[in-house]
């Protein structure tokens, strides 16, 4: 049964857990001023982490790359969020890590090395990327004319706060009545969407883009299925023409999972509906959740009671 006060979901900041509301930021934080954060999102299934050991090793890798460094070690934010979803008493939720550069220690200063880094953490109630009525009949997905930020200057495999490119694209979308949107770079070449990977199947092969993406968990997933399955997948360059020759089109991401599209720009895929390759990498991808894949049981409240 939910803890009435964390129904809503549980959050850990400046050392207490506390309902999802009171999860709160000074306005003076760089966090906030500046997007200087790096952050992980971890799903929780059926009382679950999915792949949590992969997801803390990219979260210490992103802070390490930014140079932000909490108090609190890696066992310690395990523990943390180990213990938002207990108090949430969620069996499926969207659990987030993130570490903010924080405010100056001396008055004024330019210098992150002034500032004190801290770490926020919170558990919500299941969220999906894709609403999953909209991926049962296939993401429709616009392709942005806003172009993604360039690698060299904000390191996509760094999973960082810097969504404005992103959001541009979104706003595109939602003005054409499509459902989300996914970028190119300025030399014309596939990159990802706001807050998910993409992937494309032509003549049965799979390919998702080098460049402009974090190096996604799931994505990362629906590469060993493929593996699995006998389905040829590779990382590689995708041009923007790629796209009006798929046969398919999927998305991939923590939030959702494998997420099938049906709609490219104006261009309808297959008969309208997600394709059978999109729909055999979705199904198995859940089904394996099912039988434990990667799975670390949420330690019960008991179990965190002295952390």
Known sequence: MKNSIFAEGAGYVRGLFVPIAEATLPVTDWGFTRSDVVYDVVHVFRGGFFRLADHLDRFERSMAKRRIRPPEDRDAIEAILHRCVALTGLSDAYVAMVASRGRPRVAGSRRPADCENHL??????????????VQARGAHVW??????????????????????????????????????????????????????????????????????SLHGITRRSVLELCAELGIEAAVEPIPRSALDHADEVFLATTAGGVMPASRIGARILGNDRPGPISMLLKDTYWRKHEEGWHRTPVRPLEANAGE
Not at 126 to 133: A, E, F, Q, T
Not at 168 to 173: I, K, P, V
Request: with cysteine.
């Open 143 to 212: 392709v942005a004319s806003t172009p993604r930020v360039p690698d060299a200057s904000v390191d996509p495999t760094v999973k960082n706060y810097q969504w404005n490119d992103l959001t541009s694209g979104l706003l595109e979308a939602h003005d054409a009545n499509f459902d989300t949107a996914v970028l190119c770079d300025t030399q014309g070449f596939l990159t990802e969407g706001p807050g998910f990977n993409v992937f494309l199947v032509k003549d049965g092969r799979v390919t998702t883009s080098d460049r402009g």
């Open 120 to 133: 926020i953490a919170y558990a919500l109630p299941w969220i999906d990327v894709v609403p999953k009525d």
